[in-house]
């Protein structure tokens, strides 16, 4: 399949680690978060979600963190597996819109 | 349960020419948003449609048109293509017209090459 993104920040990692993936979101008025995976030849697919009134969220194996105060989400994903590698994008939204903003994307790179 | 579903998966077309990219959404969502997806960077928002009308647009010329249909189902058009127009043209539904309601389920989207 086609790459996702030729240039984009990587992230290497051993099969078992904890990986965590880092965003800095643009605007202050977003209440809204979502961390995307896309893997080669696929269309994104939803991770988790976090509203801007929670500072953590925990889902299968990941987290995700925001920290409103410096505008940076971050996404920690527990005994990362090779399934795991892809590309990993963060999107802001506003209550009142359907419009997602997204990040310029982290590719995540597992090794066995 | 099918997913978001897009056709063609894969097209290519001259500078100049007109093209329609389809999406069926998933059973039971009303909105579908179209977003541009260019090698390397992250989706840019298009269009979104809910209960047939238009709820938001980005920053696209207006080549760029879509209409949604009775049965919920989309078409994205692009008119007098340029080269900067190649990308992967994603779909996605949800089953409300905000975005904090329910998050977006993308398709695999339409790899458009314009030669």
């Known amino acids: 399949g086609e790459s996702v993104g030729l240039h984009l920040p990587t992230l290497s990692v051993q099969e078992g680690d904890n990986s965590i993936i880092n965003c800095a979101y643009s605007n202050s008025a977003s209440d809204y978060f979502i961390w995307y995976k896309q893997e080669s030849g696929k269309g994104p697919q939803f991770i988790i979600d976090?509203?801007?009134?929670?500072d953590k969220r925990q889902g299968q194996r990941v987290t995700v963190l925001l920290n409103k105060t410096v505008k940076h989400l971050s996404l920690q994903i527990a005994a990362t597996q090779p399934g795991d590698s892809a590309v990993y994008f963060c999107a802001e939204s506003k209550t009142g819109f359907q419009k997602l903003v997204f990040g310029t994307g982290t590719r995540l790179l597992v090794s066995p | 349960d099918a997913g978001v579903t897009q056709s063609p998966t894969h097209l290519i077309k001259t500078r100049g020419q007109h093209v329609t990219l389809r999406c069926s959404p998933i059973?039971?969502?009303?909105?579908v948003s179209w977003y541009q997806q260019v090698l390397g960077q992250g989706p840019q928002f298009i269009f979104q449609?809910?209960?047939?009308?238009?709820?938001g647009r980005g920053n696209f010329p207006d080549r760029f048109s879509a209409r949604q249909f009775p049965n919920y189902s989309s078409e994205l058009n692009v008119n007098a293509l340029l080269l900067g127009d190649s990308a992967l043209y994603l779909c996605a539904s949800s089953p409300t017209r905000q975005a904090n309601n329910s998050p977006l389920h993308f398709g695999n989207g339409t790899r458009l090459t314009v030669t």
């Open positions: 059973s039971g969502h009303k909105s």
């Open positions: 976090i509203r801007s009134n929670m």
């Open positions: 449609y809910y209960e047939k009308e238009e709820r």
